[in-house]
């Protein structure tokens, strides 16, 4: 039997409890033997917004994940092009990891906009499973999302995880504007925030 190995992949900036929570819950659910954090050097979605360069981002995924044994820092977006797609990320890691299966991991707002992305089709079937972690007030339509993506509904495993109220984005602005942050990163992630400066 093929080894399954999540993916969660982000811009990371930063990462966060939210992150943790979802790579945490979504191994234990789905079975995981680890999970790789795909650090994202140039998101497609982003191209015009403001993000912290990639050597911030990765030394505090690094910091975030700590020696945790099930958790792992992929090159896959790091050492390739961009921008970085999610079907391309998968590729990369199918050429490397023979005879593994692939879960990706995602909240359920993303499994929404799943039909959106590159290639979803192609994306599904490089997938093994997608875990999916519900989110209070966030209703996926599976009618839809199987008929635009047929076969959608087999893949999908939902699992549930402990609400946390926290984005990257409100991060960023907290500590923007001096506000209390540390309670939302892991410790040593508030320290590369504090000692490099960031989001300022």
């Not at 900036?13 to 790579?23: Q, Y």
């Not at 007030?137 to 609400?163: R, T």
Request: charged share 25%; glycine share 8%.
């Amino acid at each position: 039997m093929a080894r399954l190995i999540g993916v969660l992949g982000g811009t990371f900036d930063p990462p966060h409890i939210g992150h943790l929570t979802l790579a945490d819950f979504g191994r234990r659910s789905l079975d995981l033997h680890r999970v790789l954090w795909v650090v994202t050097a140039v998101p497609p979605h982003k191209l015009a917004e403001p993000i912290t360069p990639i050597e911030y981002r990765v030394a505090m995924v690094q910091a975030a994940i700590g020696d945790t044994p099930y958790f792992e820092l992929s090159q896959a977006d790091i050492d390739r092009p961009g921008p970085h797609f999610a079907i391309d990320t998968l590729r990369w890691l199918v050429e490397r990891h023979q005879g593994a299966d692939f879960v990706y991991l995602m909240g359920a707002d993303s499994l929404n906009d799943l039909s959106k992305w590159l290639d979803p089709k192609g994306f599904l079937e490089i997938c093994t499973k997608l875990g999916v972690m519900e989110r209070p007030g966030v209703v996926v339509d599976m009618h839809a999302l199987e008929v635009d993506l047929p076969g959608i509904s087999k893949k999908v495993h939902f699992f549930d995880a402990p609400l946390v109220e926290c984005s990257a984005q409100d991060i960023r602005g907290r500590v923007s504007k001096g506000e209390p942050f540390r309670h939302l990163v892991p410790p040593r992630v508030a320290e590369i925030i504090m000692n490099k400066g960031l989001y300022r």
